[in-house]
């Protein structure tokens, strides 16, 4: 018995441990599973993050570029032009509350309104997805603002007379209105008012620039335009004007009007809205 029941133990302890054998077989073949599995997912895990990283350092730049236009939509030359006005008129809507068909600069100007939501969005959106990427850059952001409020309108002009640098004719052209005005004085002998204009303007192509010219008539109306003409074998004709390369020049004439209603009529006018045309083209020099 002693034998047999040896045997069956022994037999019984063979069983055990093969099947003890199969489970570690089993428990190693999952744990090799696992450790060549895992470093794959690990990969996968390291390249989501990654991408997740890249969108935002992506996202956050071209906000920090919609906050800088935020500035640049509204910005305005000296001489009146307006990236944003343009851009909503182009789109059929009006860039002033009260804005009439010739684009009279009246009521509220709604390319603001558009430049702050730009500039809020813009800003935010740079916080947010920057705030663990460029720490520092979020923390200058208060900063950037103050600078570009500061030189918005600057740079803006810089970027607009380079492109006029590179435009021909008239489109070359760009109107100073800090250095134009219009005195007008009345003679109540014959009832005439004479006005002195002096426009100035520059040419910023390296060819001559011919064109006709309008100029704003002082009075409440800020339409009010009449053409600037001369005198040629006793008839008047459009003054043709001229301005050489590159050059800046205070054109001077006198206009009369006869009015018998304002026969003590004096006073001046500065920064007057003006037109400049030639047979091609026609530009609008509005004034706020």
Sequence with gaps: ???????????????????????????????????????????????????????KRLIGIMSIGLLIFAFLFSAMTPSGFCLGDNIIRALGFKAWSKESAEHTVNGFHYTVLYSLTFGIVGYLAARHYLKNIYPKLVKNLPLLVIILFITANQLFTWGYHAVLSFSEGINAVDYIPAQSNCNYVSDPTNELISYSYQITLRNYSNDIVKFNMQVQKPSHDSLTMWYVTASTEGKQTLAELTLQPREQKGIRFVMEDQNPQKANLSGSMHRLNIVIFDKESRRQFRVW
């Design 1 to 55: 018995m002693k034998h047999w029941g040896s045997h069956i133990i022994n037999k019984k302890s063979f069983c055990i441990d093969g099947i003890i054998c199969k489970q570690m077989v089993y428990v190693k073949t999952r744990l090799s599973l696992i450790r060549e599995y895992y470093p794959v997912s690990h990969k996968s895990n390291h390249r989501k993050a990654g991408w997740l990283t890249m969108n």
